[in-house]
């Protein structure tokens, strides 16, 4: 017996450990996820990209940036001072400084436009696509020049030169280099090669190693199966918290670093939150197969109310019409709806239909051993029983009401009895027979004239 006891207690040593390391890789799985889908896949990012050309503080602050790109050579005041006369060259500075602030203003009401957020599109998808292929040295719009990841924007600042009306002499004299956003410098294209080299396994490698820990260890549960289900589901919701808790965390570390000034803060904030949109999807999809989990156990656990809920739908799982029509109706639900990543996906789909499954068996089998004898009929009598005495615990406490106290309360319950016939919550039957209790037992005194 000591040796037994001693096994099952290895044994649950043994599973909690799996289970600690499966929620612990489950975050890094989350943290992964995101990473692979925000930096590696070309529609996610262009995705992100219009999101952030749609935020008003950041659009605000690429207005800014080009037209500080197009001002940056000083071709303009040369040319204003070679145009103006000699009493008036002292004009060229105030006149271009002038000329800088309605060319910001010409480019963020021309960036509102829709084919500007096409360019922009453009722009980044042509982008991200080359930064896939940014190992073999780049092409047009991404170079990797000295090292350097740049992203183009020339597109879209030659139109702006257009639709701006300083085109031309001063238009050609912009330095190539402007609407060069540089990506990523030379000491970090090595890490992001890497990062891009990797990523691509690990999400998936971490995803299945965390499933396979948490598989094992329910395994492995023998006795105390339905408390590793439950361990397992509050395992990936404190995966899915922490990866919220990091997020915002990182929030607060990237926006200070590199918010040089209060300007420019709103604009780095909406970029964090909208750049790590797809962080919180995954962390709320983790979050959500835990409390699945959660509620499956306890479903199948000893408390009087999940007795009481087997209890009820023990008659309709006994018959696979509706517990498996029920299994359908979910399904098609969640198809149509698609929450979460997974149940957008084929395979993964697959695998969530076959786990909720093998749970409605799981619970079938153990309600058919609980309540071997449940029967609808017997349900509807329980519910009908449940009602007669709702309504006598009500009529018991009115009967403690004074009635000098509140002389119109019978009238009150008629109204309310009325109501409830309207709502088709009573029949005609139970609405008289109700009615002639309140008259029995209560005055009634009628309203005012």
């Known amino acids: 017996m000591n040796a037994q006891a001693e096994r099952v207690r290895s044994h649950r040593k043994i599973g909690l450990a799996l289970i600690t390391t499966a929620s612990l890789l489950s975050f890094i799985a989350i943290l992964a996820i995101w990473a692979n889908r925000q930096l590696l896949d070309t529609n996610n990012w262009v995705d992100t990209s219009d999101k952030l050309i749609q935020n008003s503080a950041i659009r605000n602050e690429t207005a800014a940036y080009l037209s500080d790109q197009l001002n940056a050579s000083g071709t303009v005041q040369k040319d204003l001072q070679a145009a103006l006369p000699p009493r008036a060259k002292g004009l060229a500075g105030p006149i271009a400084t002038g000329l800088q602030d309605v060319s910001e203003r010409v ?102 190693v965390a499933l396979a820990l948490f598989a094992l260890a329910i395994y492995l549960a023998r006795g105390w199966r339905r408390e590793a289900l439950r361990a397992t589901g509050i395992g990936l919701l404190l995966g899915g918290l922490v990866a919220l808790v990091a997020r915002g965390l990182g929030g607060d570390v990237v926006v200070n670093s590199l918010a040089s ?128 005495r709702w309504r006598a615990s009500r009529r018991g406490a009115q009967a403690q009401r004074p009635f000098d106290s509140e002389p119109d309360a019978g009238l009150r319950e008629l109204e309310q009895l009325g109501r409830l016939r309207e709502a088709g919550v009573l029949n005609a039957d139970e609405f008289e027979r109700e009615k002639r209790r309140v008259l029995e037992s209560r005055p009634v005194v009628p309203g005012p004239a």
């Open 261 to 388: 000034t209060e300007g420019i803060r709103p604009a780095i904030t909406a970029a964090w939150a909208i750049g790590t949109g797809l962080l919180v999807e995954a962390a709320v999809a983790t979050i959500a197969y835990g409390a699945v989990i959660v509620l499956a156990a306890w479903l199948a656990g000893p408390t009087s109310a999940a007795v009481a809920t087997r209890r009820a739908l023990a008659p309709y799982l006994r018959e696979p019409a509706f517990a498996y029509g029920g299994v359908v109706a979910i399904v098609l639900l969640v198809a149509w709806w698609g929450p979460t990543p997974a149940t957008r996906n084929a395979v993964t789909g697959l695998v969530m239909i076959g786990l909720l499954v093998l749970g409605v068996e799981l619970l079938r089998r153990q309600t058919a051993r609980e309540f071997p004898d449940a029967t609808r009929e017997a349900a509807a009598a329980r519910r009908r029983e449940a009602w007669a």
């Open 107 to 208: 480019i963020r009401a021309l960036l509102e436009r829709p084919r500007f957020e096409r360019l922009w599109e453009q722009a980044n998808r042509q982008a991200h696509q080359a930064f896939l292929h940014v190992v073999e040295g780049g092409n047009g719009t991404v170079s990797t020049t000295n090292g350097d990841v740049t992203l183009n924007l020339n597109d879209v600042l030659s139109q702006v030169q257009n639709k701006g009306g300083i085109a031309g002499t001063v238009a050609g004299k912009v330095p190539s280099s402007a609407g060069q956003l540089t990506i990523l410098h030379s000491d970090q294209l090595s890490l992001a090669q890497d990062l891009v080299n990797v990523l691509r396994k690990l999400a998936i490698i971490l995803v299945v």
